[in-house]
């Protein structure tokens, strides 16, 4: 029996996998498309992760698609409304029927002959296939099955409870009792002021600081310009607003460094007091080496004020029956520990991809635009940008995907693949960060090459003129109408 065929397979339904089905549904109505979801709701991200606080560290005029206004009243939004917006927008453009859920996409062989992708999935312990004509990977870099977890001593004798983020208890009571979080990052920083807020006493232990910078959680350009334009209007200049200052961030930080530090250290001190000890909000990097921290209204630096939370700064030693042994050998008390540790990187959701039976090594791969890879043909996925919000840089890929299918499909070719003829080209890695779960996993990765169209610019200005308006005939794509390779 011969497998089902749709013209594109998207691979994961969350913030990413959803935009692109429906990039397709206004672009490509005739196109026959399926979605393959691993896990049992759409959502990803937002219906993962479950611990207090969860939100986005991305402003919703940047993080929203571009094609739906987020009309929602934070602009830094909490993880149930975002999941709700990524919902309405499956339902608003019909592609929930799409999507395939409990299907984990394992491996990918492509046949030039035949000019489509074979696709093998798990689906209730079963072996399932299906081929496409283009395959569309839209599951992230994380490893949502498990998130790292590094090994500590005496972790067995703590009388206490250890979770993790990933995989959060949400019958943990912590009210009254005294929480130590172990980390510095996005997810730190959110847990420690929802925790505090019927903890007894919360403890944020980080091994080394990072840059944290409070924003405002409504955006009020937009409720004022609300009673006056169109809600489109209002998210498209609201959203070009934000883009143009988050540029004009990051560039700033890298161009003046050191008086940017002076600026985050000034916004620090205005929220905590002239008495407080900077050291634990002051990196040892530059700003942008990492991601940037960011908290709606200053709520981490008002727990910290009200005494409900504090920041210590040192290396766990061991665990202890009552709590934590640091490095200083001072001890911190605690009944529950949860290991904010960071994510572990997965490329391509752990696909194994063969083209015309010969094994992809991604991590020899060149990265084409940030998008496909050289050498496999009929594939592009999508990763956002580290500087900015994950969809403006997703949304320009299935802008791209879009433009490709219908090039292809006017001048009737039937596969293109990207393709690097300089053997010289330089190679580095896929992201120029310095973040712990970027050192541990950026090597499984395709790396970018040292110019154009190889090289991955955390640029959305840029990548705007390319993706959006740039040739797609650029000397390193390569398109043919047969089974036979030009």
């Keep these: 029996m011969a497998a089902e065929h749709v013209d594109v397979l998207i691979v994961g339904a969350g913030l ?22 691993a896990r049992d709701a759409l959502g990803g991200t937002w219906d993962l992760f479950r611990y207090p606080g969860v939100r986005s560290d991305s402003d919703m005029y940047t993080l929203g698609y571009a094609f739906r206004p987020w009309t929602g009243g934070r602009a830094l939004a909490d993880g149930p409304s975002i999941l709700d917006y990524v919902r309405a927008t499956a339902a608003e453009y019909d592609v929930e029927r799409w999507i395939r859920f409990g299907h984990r996409v394992t491996g990918a062989r492509w046949s030039t002959p035949d000019a489509r992708w074979t696709v093998t999935a798990v689906h209730d312990g079963e072996i399932v296939e299906i081929t496409c004509g283009f395959l569309l990977v839209c599951s992230g870099y994380y490893d949502y099955g498990d998130g790292y977890r590094p090994e500590f001593a005496g972790a067995d004798a703590f009388s206490g409870r250890i979770v993790h983020p990933q995989r959060w208890d949400e019958n943990l009571d912590y009210a009254g009792k005294r929480v130590v979080v172990i980390g510095s990052g996005a997810t730190a920083v959110t847990l420690v002021p929802a925790m505090a807020e019927t903890a007894a006493h919360v403890t944020m232990l980080q091994r080394s600081p990072s840059y944290v910078l409070s924003l405002p959680g409504r955006e009020k350009a937009a409720e004022r310009l609300r009673g006056v334009l169109p809600a489109r209007w209002v998210y498209a200049l609201v959203r070009w607003k934000n883009v143009l200052r988050m540029a004009a961030f990051f560039e700033l930080s890298r161009r003046r460094p050191e008086w940017v530090k002076r600026l985050l250290r000034r916004a620090v001190r205005a929220q905590l007091g ?27 630096f008002a727990a910290i004020r009200a005494g409900t939370a504090e920041v210590v700064t ?35 959701g752990g696909i194994a991809l063969h083209v015309d039976g010969a094994a992809v090594e991604l991590s020899k791969s060149l990265a084409y635009k940030g998008m496909m890879v050289d050498g496999v043909p009929n594939l592009a996925f999508c990763i956002g940008y580290t500087n900015a919000s994950w ?18 499909d006017e001048r009737g070719y039937r596969w293109c693949t990207p393709h690097n003829t300089d053997p010289a080209m330089p190679r580095l890695p896929a992201i120029d960060f310095s973040s712990g779960y970027i050192r541990r996993g950026i090597h499984r990765f395709p790396q970018q090459g040292g110019r154009r169209p190889w090289r991955l610019h955390q640029n959305y200005l840029l990548d705007l003129l390319t993706l959006r308006f740039g040739s797609l005939t650029d000397g390193s794509m390569e398109f043919s109408r047969d089974g036979r390779r030009p």
């Excluded at 002239?274 to 002051?282: E, I, K, N, P, V």
Aim: glycine content about 8%.
């Design 274 to 300: 002239s008495g407080y000890d900077l050291r634990h909000f002051t990196p040892r990097y530059d700003p942008w080496d990492q991601r940037m921290c960011f908290v709606p209204d200053g709520d981490l």
């Design 391 to 408: 969809t403006l840089k997703c949304d320009l890929t299935c802008d791209y995907v879009c433009r490709l299918l219908a090039y292809m």
């Design 16 to 37: 990413s996998g959803v935009g692109a089905a429906c990039h397709l549904r206004r672009s490509r109505p005739s196109a026959s498309v399926a979605v393959f979801e």
């Design 314 to 348: 040192d290396t766990v030693d061991s665990f202890t029956p009552g709590g934590i042994r640091l490095v200083s050998g001072a001890e911190i008390p605690a009944d529950v520990v949860v290991t904010a540790t960071g994510l572990e990187l997965l490329p391509l």
